[in-house]
Structure formats: C-alpha cells, structure tokens
C-alpha cells in the first residue's frame, strides 16, 4: 500500500476526516448528508479532524 505517500495520506486523511455522525444513532453519513440515512434524524455532526487518533 501507499500510505507511506504523505500525499496520499493526505486524501485519505481528508475523505476519512469528511463524515457526518449521527448524535441519534452513530451511523456515518456523507458530509453531503443532510439527514441520516439509518435513522433520518437531521441531527448530525461533522467528524472532528484529530478526534479519532487512538
Ligand atoms: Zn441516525
């Protein structure tokens, strides 16, 4: 793989980081979501950039 490539580290970093999480349920959703699509709440959040690093 290249993950090593910080170039496509950088894209994958990106399209992980560009999610929508349902307060309701925790389903992902596209950041064109604009309600979820397990639960239809509209209330979503954006995936924080550094909050998934364990
Ligand atoms: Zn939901």
Do not use: T, W
């Not at 490539?5 to 596209?30: H, S, T, W, Y």
């Not at 699509?37 to 364990?54: D, G, M, P, T």
């Amino acid at each position: 793989m290249a993950l090593r490539d910080p170039e496509m580290l950088a894209i994958f970093e990106r399209r992980v980081v560009l999610k929508k999480v349902c307060r309701k349920c925790g389903a992902l959703n596209p950041i064109s979501a604009v309600k979820c699509r397990r639960c239809r709440s509209r209330n979503l959040r954006v995936k924080k950039r550094f909050a998934s690093k364990k």
